[in-house]
């Protein structure tokens, strides 16, 4: 039998709560690496991952994850395109999606997309992890700006 003590703590949670799957989207092996070591490592997070748009919404589809990481160029369907049609779709609409991008001209046509979130290459470990964790349990009213990250604030996240 466990102490409310010990179950109250942090690392025990972790450890024995489930995981919520993210799907990782970039063209980039790198990127998609980075997203699935920072995220993983929190053990908080199972991470998949697409190399593009026409990926993640079949891996969306299939295994309806928590939340998407998602880069704005990629080859084919781009993730702008990708998260139109993921909020078309009533089994993914819901789903909250962060955007990645070098390009802070992204931003808006990100945002206006679909997108709950926009951070602009390079990112640190902790602000991505930090945006997940802020995407996947809140609900705000508007757009703000907050260093390199970019919210949209009127978009609930349910999960």
């Known amino acids: 039998m466990l102490s409310p003590t010990r179950a ?12 919520k ?10 990127i998609r ?17 697409a190399r593009n748009g026409e990926e993640a919404i079949a891996l969306a589809a299939a295994h309806r994850p928590a939340l998407i990481v998602m880069d704005v160029r990629m080859p084919g369907i781009g993730g702008i395109e990708a998260c139109r049609r993921l909020k078309a779709n009533p089994i993914t609409a819901s789903v909250p999606v ?17 997108g709950a979130a926009f ?7 902790r602000e ?3 945006t997940v964790r802020r995407c996947l349990g809140r609900t705000l009213s508007r757009i703000h700006r907050s260093g390199a990250m970019y919210e949209r604030t009127d978009n609930p996240a349910p999960r």
Do not use: Y
């Open 98 to 114: 962060i955007f990645l991008s070098a390009w802070h001209n992204e931003v808006q046509t990100a945002l206006e997309a679909g």
């Open 8 to 19: 109250a703590h942090p690392d025990f949670s972790r450890k024995f709560m489930p995981k």
């Open 128 to 130: 991505l992890i930090v």
């Open 119 to 125: 951070l602009l290459k390079p990112f640190s470990p």
């Open 21 to 30: 799957v993210i799907i990782a989207v970039d063209d980039e092996p790198d």
């Open 33 to 49: 690496h980075l997203v699935r070591f920072c995220l993983e490592n929190s053990g908080e997070f199972e991470v998949l991952e």
